[in-house]
């Protein structure tokens, strides 16, 4: 689990909340109206601009994001000299019925073992690693149009506010409610985007540069393996997706 998002996400929620208790109590900070035109008026605003499949599949994306702690290319490599050493010694059958843990790297073993050209091979996966991107891209749109929404029905519900107060000046108990929908809404529209939003779409960024880093790697080391390169060499070659400070702790 990558808890840095959930720790991020909660800790600015919770600030945000101790602010509020500070400042008077909760309670003066729930506002029905406000909440319905920021969050459902954003909500509905952007399913209108994408495929539900779209919807569903980004918050498929960023649960499984937050779920699944990215591999360490450390790791792969050492796995991928690994294999490489037992297709040098036993062939390239010889890696069926290896224990891989990640799922790409074992969908590249399998279609090695099953006697797939190179070519065929280093199409299909690359095909995968663009679908698997495309799938993050996705979901950054989806979060940051909500993002742009959020303020913006934020603006309109302050407008419908100050029209309920200017049309009701001479009943100073509705100046009250009619305020507070006027300035309520500009803060949920301000909290859902730099709070949750703007965090979430830059984080699914980051682990599609991740993602993408990773399975090149695996697309290398399933390359190396098909090839017959000496696992030394492979291990080598591979150093330069690590950043330089870990290349030579790597090497040892």
């Known amino acids: 689990m ?43 605003a952007v399913m209108a601009m994408f495929p539900l499949g779209v919807t569903i599949g980004s918050f498929k994306v960023l649960l499984k994001s937050i779920l699944n702690k990215p ?31 990640n799922e790409f790297l074992q969908k590249g ?19 995968d690693i663009n679908l698997a991107v495309e799938r993050h891209e ?8 909500i993002a742009d929404m959020g303020p913006a029905m934020g603006m309109i519900g302050t407008l419908i506010g100050l029209v309920g107060m200017l049309a ?27 709070a949750f939003c703007i965090p979430v779409a830059d984080k699914l960024a980051w682990i599609a540069d991740q993602q993408r880093l990773n399975r090149s790697l ?17 291990g080598e070659m591979l150093q330069t997706y690590l950043p330089e400070g870990k290349r030579t702790a790597a090497a040892e």
């Open 2 to 44: 990558d808890i840095a998002t959930v720790i991020g996400i909660v800790g600015a929620l919770a600030i945000i909340a101790v602010a509020m208790v500070l400042s008077g109590g909760i309670v003066l900070f729930i506002n029905v109206p406000s909440i319905l035109v920021v969050f459902g008026g954003a909500s509905f």
């Open 71 to 101: 591999d360490d290319p450390n790791e792969l490599i050492e796995k991928g000299v690994e294999l490489a050493t037992i297709a040098r010694k036993e062939g390239i059958l010889g890696l069926e019925g290896q224990e891989i843990p």
């Open 109 to 127: 073993i399998s279609l090695c073992v099953d006697g797939h050209e190179p070519d065929f091979v280093q199409r299909m996966l690359s095909k």
């Open 138 to 145: 996705w979901g950054q749109k989806f979060f940051m149009k």
């Open 168 to 194: 009701n000046m001479d009943d100073p108990k509705t100046i009250g409610p009619s305020m507070a929908v006027a300035l309520l809404t500009t803060l949920y529209g301000a909290v859902l985007a730099n």
């Open 218 to 234: 695996i697309l290398e080391i399933i390359g190396a393996i098909q090839e017959g390169i000496n696992p030394k060499v492979m």
